[in-house]
């Protein structure tokens, strides 16, 4: 039913994805956020509003210094979902990784316009479905740690836009900052604190007008192919990679050079993708077949 939902619509929500005290500790951690200006840092975070109107974004938030976000980087409620959709399973560059998380906080009047969508086609964008496998160049998890309903500027998506050959007619402008709240066939996405909304990032998709007091908080995570990296250019803290499990380091870590024998490369790395012989650690460039 997930895959059916996600291929038919482009996304799902994943209800109590997180346990109450999972959300209890990520809302701990923002409320231990310092106050920071636009492009201020806390730890290996910074925040970085994507416009005006989106509120308090702070970027690479995993790597803020607080543990307390962890738990996210594979959380089983999703990680089987975005493994499957945008993992390349079944291939010789096999895995996941996280290019960006960003925890955001958002007040009355706050939103984010529309983008993305089918038509754009850019590999990073893409939707597809080949030969019994997801291909998806980028999933989005977003995590709400307080309830999002009517008023509290949901995330907002266009069901099916993942497939859809033209742009929105009536998508506006992003840089001009123009609201979805009204936009034809958009839908919101209501949630409850600890519920996961999991999109193909090819989903054409926004956040209304916050209407209601208060601020709404979401972690996002994007999740893509190993090979992807960060726009941003962040790298990653010793003592975060310190403080992970393998299994986390490796969703963190940029994959390894390949077929380039780089001695600056452990070995061990090497040896968590199955693909590569010891003839590739070596510096030989063949691979199982
Ligand atoms: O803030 C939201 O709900 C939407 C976020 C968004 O559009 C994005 O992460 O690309």
Redesign the pocket.
Known sequence: MDDYEFDLRGFLIIRNALSPDEVAAMNEAYDRFPDLDNGEWYGNAQRRDYTKD?GFELHNVLDCGDPAFDVLIDHPSWIHHVSRYAGEQGTYVQGIMIDES?A?S?GSGGH?PV?SGGHDASIRTQYAYRNGAFRCGQV?V?VSLRDVGPGDG??MVVPGSHKSNFMHPLAGDYARGDRMDALPFAIEAHTKAGDALVFVDACM???GTRMNEGDRR?V?LRYGPPWARSRFGYTISDQLLERLTPERRRIMQPMPPLYTGDPRVPVDLHSTYQFLTEDAVDGGVSTTS
Do not use: F, S
């Open positions: 989106t960003i955001t958002r984010h983008h989005n977003l949901a995330t998709h926004g956040a979401i996002i």
